[in-house]
């Protein structure tokens, strides 16, 4: 089973976390299966890019992003070439670095 290291952020996971998944697994059902409490506000359905995270090592091993996810990545801050939506990545057989970014655009969150 491949191991998840989450590294530290300042709300959801001060101190990081470390976990493992099964392959097959949403990154996202991952994290919050393990209480990192990932905004997913679209309620994993690929309509936002509130799950967005940044693969730090083991990218490759992630199923491929659909074209959706691409445009759907293009609104999420702090994009980089290794960002995927976590609802849509499906784990591999390579254990993976995670960072959550720091902000992520929520806007049913940024109304109430």
């Known amino acids: 089973m491949p191991r998840i290291v989450v590294l530290p952020h300042e709300t959801l996971c001060p101190e990081g976390a470390e976990f493992d998944a099964p392959e097959g697994q949403s ?3 991952a994290l919050l299966d393990n209480q990192v409490e990932i905004d997913h506000a ?3 359905c690929n309509a936002c ?3 967005h995270v940044v693969i730090r090592e083991g ?3 992630l199923s491929p992003p659909s074209e959706r996810e691409e445009d759907m990545l293009d609104r999420a801050w702090g994009l980089e ?3 995927r939506l976590s609802c849509q990545a499906k784990i591999g057989e390579e254990d993976l670095v995670v960072e959550i970014p720091r902000y992520s ?3 049913v969150r940024e109304r109430g």
């Open 42 to 44: 679209c309620g994993k």
């Open 49 to 51: 890019s509130t799950c």
């Open 59 to 61: 990218f490759d091993s």
């Open 81 to 83: 070439d290794t960002s």
């Open 27 to 29: 990154l996202c059902d």
């Open 105 to 107: 655009v929520n806007r």
